[in-house]
């Protein structure tokens, strides 16, 4: 195609129409295609334009350039769409307005190169292998009564369950004999595991498996208890900040919850030594863009090693029952652009993805994800840990 776009018998010379149609079938379908083809045909349009030049001067049919440079900006301009992801890759940030640009798009093209750019960086990081994680449910009671959430205090339909320690170490063992490496410990903020319960379930897994990761994830504790938590031996907590704008937090949680709060948690953890893991609901409601582009940037103010995002997924027993459900394409978006700003950090393709897509899992890993999350907890209470 370059060879073609570059040969013309300057004694027959070219019309204008010519040059257009052969410039638009190579030049912008190159262009939009890969970055080293971009450069190629960079060189590709200046010798174009040299030759025009050439034949302008030896023959008389040719008079002006006009058009034909107008052409080239364009299709110069076409191709520097691209430029904002490459740049996002190369600085591992943009501005506000840009990332804004971004979960708005709706150029399928530019949304594809920035998956395939986010995907190209989590396989340079941690090779084709995507890390699985042991997710254990330890209890659906909860104090709290976040406004999302299906397992909220104040959902009396829900059937309640606590597993016990013993329990909880033969789900360890199952994960276990099945290779898995990471043992999550999730659940509500259940006012019966107190300090020392947890500390001894955590001190028994170390105990047992000195070699695995040991993750907590129980919502807003005080600071001694992350503290013995972590000196019991868990190395890593989960706790998503859901959204960092504290009027749009404090929609989303009741009274005595606050935005404040959990920040002050996740600085705790940060500087006892977790590798601390945070994110947001996408889609939740009263959500703007905005608020998006907020989230992007606490996190890029947190350094967070772990980064769990997922749509908003309404639950019939919840004063959102009524909402629409969050976007896996903007969640898809956002797991692509993270990928690009934190390389090395862990993204889950999270199971609220493959609820609302059937393969939104896959998709969350063609994006940039890292991680699954399998669930080890005993299939009997599975269907009772209903947060969406
Ligand atoms: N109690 C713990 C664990 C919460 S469950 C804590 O507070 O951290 C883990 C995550 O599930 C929450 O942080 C929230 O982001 C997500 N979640 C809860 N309800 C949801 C819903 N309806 N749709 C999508 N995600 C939800």
Same mark, same amino acid.
């Given at each position: 195609?370059?060879?073609?776009?570059?040969?013309?018998?300057?004694?027959?010379?070219?019309?204008?129409?010519?040059?257009?149609?052969?410039?638009?079938?190579?030049?912008?379908?190159?262009?939009?295609?890969?970055?080293?083809?971009?450069?190629?045909?960079?060189?590709?349009?200046?010798?174009?334009?040299?030759?025009?030049?050439?034949?302008?001067?030896?023959?008389?049919?040719?008079?002006?350039?006009?058009?034909?440079?107008?052409?080239?900006?364009? /299709?110069?301009?076409?191709?520097?769409?691209? !430029?904002? &992801?490459?740049? =996002?890759?190369?600085?591992?940030?943009?501005?506000?307005?840009?990332?804004?640009?971004?979960?708005?798009?709706?150029?399928?093209?530019?949304?594809?190169?920035?998956?395939?750019?986010?995907?190209?960086?989590?396989? %340079?990081?941690?090779?084709?292998?995507?890390?699985?994680?042991?997710?254990?449910?330890?209890?659906?009671?909860?104090?709290?009564? /976040?406004?999302? /959430?299906?397992?909220?205090?104040?959902?009396?339909?829900?059937?309640?369950?606590?597993?016990?320690?013993?329990?909880?170490?033969?789900?360890?063992?199952?994960? !276990?004999?099945?290779?898995?490496?990471?043992?999550?410990?999730?659940? %509500?903020?259940?006012?019966?595991?107190?300090?020392?319960?947890?500390?001894?379930?955590?001190?028994? &897994?170390?105990?047992?498996?000195?070699?695995?990761?040991?993750?907590?994830?129980?919502?807003?504790?005080?600071?001694?208890?992350?503290?013995?938590?972590?000196?019991?031996?868990?190395?890593?907590?989960?706790?998503?900040?859901?959204?960092?704008?504290?009027?749009?937090?404090?929609?989303?949680?009741?009274? %005595?919850?606050?935005?404040?709060?959990?920040?002050? /948690?996740?600085?705790?953890?940060?500087? &006892?030594?977790?590798?601390?893991?945070?994110?947001?609901?996408?889609?939740?409601?009263?959500?703007?863009?905005?608020?998006?582009?907020?989230? =992007?940037?606490?996190?890029?103010?947190?350094?967070?090693?772990? &980064?769990?995002?997922?749509?908003?997924?309404?639950?019939?027993?919840?004063?959102?029952?009524?909402?629409?459900?969050?976007?896996?394409?903007?969640?898809?978006?956002?797991?692509?652009?993270?990928?690009?700003?934190?390389?090395?950090?862990?993204?889950?393709?999270?199971?609220?993805?493959?609820?609302?897509?059937?393969?939104?899992?896959?998709?969350?890993?063609?994006?940039?994800?890292?991680?699954?999350?399998?669930?080890?907890?005993?299939?009997?209470?599975?269907?009772?840990?209903?947060?969406?």
């Amino acid at each position: 195609m370059l060879v073609n776009h570059l040969y013309f018998d300057i004694s027959r010379g070219i019309s204008f129409v010519d040059y257009a149609t052969i410039f638009l079938l190579t030049n912008i379908k190159l262009f939009r295609e890969k970055p080293p083809l971009r450069a190629m045909n960079f060189i590709a349009i200046l010798c174009t334009n040299l030759i025009l030049i050439v034949q302008m001067k030896c023959i008389d049919s040719i008079k002006s350039p006009t058009w034909g440079i107008f052409f080239n900006i364009f /299709c110069i301009f076409v191709g520097m769409k691209y !430029d904002v &992801i490459d740049r =996002l890759r190369r600085e591992r940030s943009l501005t506000d307005v840009e990332l804004r640009e971004l979960l708005l798009s709706a150029d399928t093209e530019l949304i594809a190169y920035l998956k395939e750019q986010a995907r190209e960086v989590a396989v %340079g990081v941690f090779g084709r292998e995507i890390k699985s994680r042991g997710l254990i449910e330890i209890s659906n009671y909860c104090r709290n009564n /976040c406004l999302y /959430c299906g397992i909220r205090a104040g959902n009396a339909d829900v059937e309640r369950y606590r597993l016990s320690a013993e329990e909880i170490w033969e789900c360890c063992e199952q994960g !276990d004999l099945l290779g898995f490496q990471t043992f999550v410990l999730q659940g %509500g903020e259940d006012v019966r595991h107190t300090t020392e319960w947890v500390e001894m379930v955590v001190k028994e &897994i170390r105990r047992r498996w000195p070699e695995k990761a040991i993750t907590l994830s129980l919502g807003e504790r005080p600071d001694e208890d992350y503290q013995r938590w972590f000196d019991a031996g868990a190395d890593r907590y989960l706790l998503r900040h859901e959204t960092a704008n504290a009027e749009h937090y404090g929609r989303l949680h009741p009274e %005595g919850m606050s935005y404040e709060n959990r920040v002050r /948690c996740l600085q705790t953890l940060k500087r &006892i030594g977790y590798e601390t893991g945070t994110g947001m609901m996408v889609g939740s409601p009263y959500q703007t863009v905005d608020d998006l582009v907020g989230d =992007l940037r606490f996190i890029e103010q947190l350094q967070p090693q772990m &980064i769990g995002i997922g749509p908003f997924v309404s639950h019939r027993d919840t004063p959102f029952a009524e909402c629409e459900n969050g976007s896996v394409e903007t969640t898809l978006r956002l797991i692509a652009i993270l990928r690009l700003m934190h390389p090395e950090a862990n993204i889950p393709a999270t199971t609220s993805l493959g609820t609302l897509a059937t393969d939104g899992r896959e998709q969350g890993i063609m994006a940039g994800a890292n991680v699954v999350m399998p669930n080890l907890s005993p299939v009997s209470q599975r269907k009772k840990y209903a947060l969406y």
